[in-house]
């Protein structure tokens, strides 16, 4: 069973920066988007950014001009640059791979932790 595995959360200052990365245990093929979403406690899991096969991207409006979604075909990997981190972006940060199946990966879960 593939499993998405993350990393590069932590606790930053606001204003500062932090990048998620996410890599599949194995490769997946036929893979349609990258995403990621985000939790904060009490709230209901969002969208953040995602990115398609053909590298079109999206975002939420709370994160537009501030997060980057990217990704490496040939690593199979996406990665989110987050710059001036506001306090309201804490959260579990979860990874998402989804095929033309429409079957969905999702990675354990990252915590952001930004400090005011």
């Known amino acids: 069973q593939v499993q998405l595995v993350e990393s590069g959360g932590g606790l930053v200052q606001a204003g500062g920066s932090l990048r998620l990365s996410c890599a599949p245990s194995r490769r997946i093929f036929n893979m349609k988007s990258m995403g990621w979403y985000r939790q904060a406690p009490g709230k209901q899991r969002e969208l953040v950014a995602v990115?398609?096969?053909?590298?079109?991207?999206n975002y939420a409006d709370s994160v537009k001009g501030r997060f980057t979604i990217s990704r490496d075909n040939a690593k199979n990997t996406v990665y989110l640059q987050m710059n001036s981190l506001k306090p309201e972006d804490t959260a579990v940060y979860y990874c998402?791979?989804?095929?033309?199946?429409?079957?969905?990966?999702w990675g354990q879960g990252t915590q952001v932790t930004v400090s005011s």
């Open positions: 998402n791979m989804k095929d033309w199946n429409d079957f969905n990966y």
């Open positions: 990115i398609s096969n053909y590298g079109s991207t």
